[in-house]
């Protein structure tokens, strides 16, 4: 069965330092990784997605994230935080052997402070 | 262009009674998800359509739930004998991924469903 692990509720860092989200996941097949951001009273929004290839993706607003098969990651990371990144972030999963089903972590909240 | 959109945003109901969700997606998406979000908690997964039938309703968690998208398009997600553990955000999300199942899904803002 596909899950999802978010290991922390939230993250705290100050501007300008970099961010680190953690996720980690299981599926029987190969996987398909996403992350997906959600403003307060917005909906889920795409930011990146792994599906082959080069093991470090690059996404929306500066975000990237390392696809690690060994140990079943995929932190999502950025170099610099800015404040207007604080918001609850979500990582998800999808069998890439013909499944349809995504599977999404409890999410992570991150706050950057100024 | 337009998103997904999602009618009513907000919808209250007693228990016990008939509700209806209603999802527009982009046009042109062939899929079609619909999720199930709880306070604190990620999306959960509940039924998924590849055009008017739906490829996976795994999700669904008893027979009180039921969706449809009958011509390929506009999908309603039908909740019957509403009870108060039903009382979620209902996100609905589409994807223009035909047999693809690696583009990501464009989500609507969600209907807050709340059962007294």
């Known amino acids: 069965a596909q899950s999802v692990a978010q290991p922390e509720d939230q993250v705290n860092v100050a501007e300008g330092n970099p961010l680190t989200v953690k996720c980690t996941y299981s599926?029987?097949?190969?996987?398909?990784l996403f992350w997906y951001v959600q403003y307060p009273n917005r909906g889920l929004q795409f930011l990146l997605k792994?599906?082959?290839?080069?093991?470090l993706v690059k996404g929306s607003y500066g975000f990237e994230a390392e696809f690690n098969k060994s140990q079943t990651s995929f932190h999502l990371k950025k170099p610099s935080a800015l404040v207007s990144d604080s918001a609850l972030y979500f990582c998800?999963?999808?069998?890439?052997?013909?499944?349809?089903?995504?599977?999404f972590g409890a999410g992570t909240r991150l706050f950057v402070k100024a | 262009g337009a998103g997904v959109s999602q009618t009513p945003s907000n919808k209250v109901t007693e228990k016990g009674k008939y509700v209806e969700l209603r999802c527009d997606p982009i046009?042109?998406?062939?899929?079609l998800y619909w999720y199930r979000q709880s306070l604190g908690q990620g999306p959960e997964f509940l039924i998924y359509?590849?055009?008017?039938?739906?490829?996976?309703d795994s999700g669904l968690p008893n027979d009180r739930f039921f969706a449809v998208r009958p011509e390929g398009s506009v999908s309603t997600l039908k909740i019957q004998r509403t009870e108060r553990g039903d009382s979620a955000v209902y996100l609905c999300?589409?994807?223009?991924?035909?047999?693809?199942?690696?583009?990501?899904?464009?989500f609507g803002p969600g209907t807050r469903l709340t059962v007294l």
């Open positions: 999300a589409s994807s223009p991924q035909g047999i693809a199942t690696y583009n990501e899904q464009f």
């Open positions: 792994y599906i082959t290839g080069d093991n």
């Open positions: 359509f590849q055009g008017t039938g739906a490829a996976d």
């Open positions: 046009s042109g998406h062939t899929a």
């Open positions: 599926v029987s097949g190969n996987p398909y």
């Open positions: 998800a999963v999808r069998d890439g052997n013909g499944g349809f089903k995504t599977i």
